[in-house]
């Protein structure tokens, strides 16, 4: 009879699972960018208060909030060769499907749930920035697109790079379900391999600690990072004698 549970299997089989992390981070890392750049935009278009497009920017939000993931990869691996049929067949065009791989469909999927959760990330962190400051961009002649590049975004990362943080460390366990598009990265590789050795809870357990400290890297790296770029909060004011006796000491009148 076997062991119940093998502690050396969960740690010589990690090597094992490693194999595919690359293609998890590279899931996580265009999922977030897709995600990013299409939160900004949904951002933009409901702090600006476009009368056509912020309705339909918040319905696309709700939708995306209030559905699984997973029904999402599955509505993209399934739903979008179905559209692609029926654009060939409607124009004639001859759009291969088959050349296109599931990378495709989960990336672009992950991508599209995290931007329903990165506009609100955003839009409060856009908002959060001093209106002082715009006003200023806005009176140097600056276009409302000028002073959101220049002065409004790199405020606003540094306010929404935690939660950002954690999106990305949602995002990366997320890639988790990508199997469903029929991509192998770490958690299907470890079905593949549980499914040779039938050590389905060692399996589960290497990817938990793979998954764990994927995740303290991400804390501990966004921690460094925000200790950088941060803000002074309180910035000491110095007084007109202070400035004069800083003049004496330098010789000045």
Do not use: H
Request: hydrophobic share 55%; glycine share 6%; aromatic share 10%.
């Amino acid at each position: 009879m076997g062991k119940i549970f093998d502690i050396k299997l969960v740690f010589t089989q990690i090597p094992k699972l490693l194999v595919k992390l690359p293609v998890t981070l590279e899931l996580a890392l265009i999922g977030m960018v897709i995600g990013l750049l299409l939160g900004l935009l949904m951002a933009v278009i409901k702090i600006r208060g476009t009368k056509v497009l912020s309705p339909i920017v918040n319905f696309i939000i709700s939708l995306l909030r209030g559905t699984p993931i997973i029904v999402q990869l599955y509505i993209a691996f399934f739903g979008f060769p179905m559209i692609f049929k029926a654009v060939n067949a409607k124009f004639g065009t001859n759009l291969q499907i088959a050349d296109i791989p599931g990378f495709v469909y989960a990336a672009f999927a992950l991508g599209l749930n995290q931007s329903a959760f990165s506009a609100e990330i955003i839009r409060s962190a856009l908002l959060s920035v001093n209106k002082g400051q715009i006003e200023a961009a806005y009176s140097l002649g600056m276009t409302y697109f000028q002073a959101l590049r220049r002065i409004i975004l790199p405020e606003a990362f540094v306010v929404a790079l935690p939660t950002l943080g954690n999106s990305l460390i949602s995002i990366i366990k997320g890639t988790s379900l990508a199997f469903t598009c029929a991509v192998v990265e770490i958690t299907a590789q470890g079905q593949i391999i549980a499914g040779r050795s039938y050590r389905y809870f060692e399996t589960y357990v290497s990817l938990a600690i793979i998954y764990w400290v994927l995740t303290v890297i991400i804390e501990q790296a966004i921690k460094f990072t925000e200790k950088k770029i941060a803000i002074p909060s309180e910035i000491p004011l110095v007084t007109e004698e202070e400035l004069r006796l800083q003049a004496v000491k330098r010789g000045e009148k």
